[in-house]
């Protein structure tokens, strides 16, 4: 399975929807999806649907199916930020996604680290919408409102986590699937309690947008495990975002290239 044929295949489930249409971007790996109407859409990282496929087979494209055809929906719909305080957060994203909205609308995004951003966005249901500049005029809120708000709510996020021990190593997993696992890397009361079971180097990793990993890392083994487990829920996931790892050191986090045995910061 090659990412054209993964291209023809989820184009064939979704050509019922008359007002859509299909590009295929064979540079960039991806599928861009959009409702002519609204000029409003979405875009695949075909890679990590193809990973998906070889595990999971129709079942994975039966996921971004619904993924595309809920997303699609909603962005027909008025989306208001007032009164739904309670469902606005942050969700990390590479340095690559973009930065503007298709129409060339600024969103809303802060620097986090060298390889991840921070956006912000409205929780719908079943799927979100990213905020960008012209909801917030329209509304007359102020970007600190909405990062306030959001920083609030992700701190309110329950993080239960799963542990697993390779070679002495501990390494912690949040896989909740509610859309902010990797969020929580913004929840510093709960890295700073989480660095409290620490007994070797804490790390932390964001492959993807649904799983958040803290290890405890306290042999050498163990920064292996770290880069390929890594590597491997990067290439898995619907929205990836970074394959590289973090050091966890006095509140910050400094990318670091694990490189077999040896680690470069």
Do not use: C
């Not at 542990?163 to 190593?169: F, K, L, S």
Request: net charge negative.
């Amino acid at each position: 399975m090659n990412s054209r044929q993964m291209y023809e295949m989820i184009k064939e489930r979704l050509e019922t929807h008359p007002h859509w249409t299909f590009h295929f971007d064979a540079k960039q790996d991806t599928m861009r999806i959009e409702d002519r109407r609204t000029k409003k859409g979405v875009t695949i990282s075909l890679p990590g649907v193809i990973a998906k496929w070889h595990e999971q087979k129709d079942e994975a494209v039966r996921e971004i199916i619904y993924y595309v055809e809920e997303t699609l929906k909603t962005m027909e719909e008025t989306a208001t930020l007032s009164g739904n305080e309670r469902n606005i957060y942050p969700v990390i994203r590479s340095t690559s996604f973009p930065t503007e909205t298709k129409e060339g609308v600024p969103l809303l995004h802060d620097d986090h680290t060298a390889e991840t951003r921070i956006y912000y966005a409205l929780d719908l249901g079943k799927t979100y919408r990213l905020i960008d500049e012209q909801m917030m005029e329209k509304e007359a809120w102020n970007r600190e409102r909405v990062k306030e708000i959001a920083r609030f709510n992700v701190r309110s996020l329950p993080a239960p986590v799963k542990e697993d021990r390779v070679a002495d190593n501990v390494f912690y997993f949040v896989n909740t699937n509610d859309g902010y696992d990797a969020s929580r890397i913004l929840n510093d009361a709960f890295l700073a309690e989480m660095h409290t079971r620490i007994e070797g180097t804490m790390a932390l990793a964001v492959p993807h947008q649904d799983v958040l990993i803290i290890a405890d890392l306290r042999n050498e083994i163990g920064y292996d495990v770290l880069a390929q487990m890594t590597m491997s829920f990067f290439a898995g996931g619907r929205v990836p975002i970074t394959a590289l790892s973090f050091l966890y050191e006095n509140g910050k986090l400094e990318p670091i290239f694990i490189l077999g045995k040896k680690r470069r910061t």
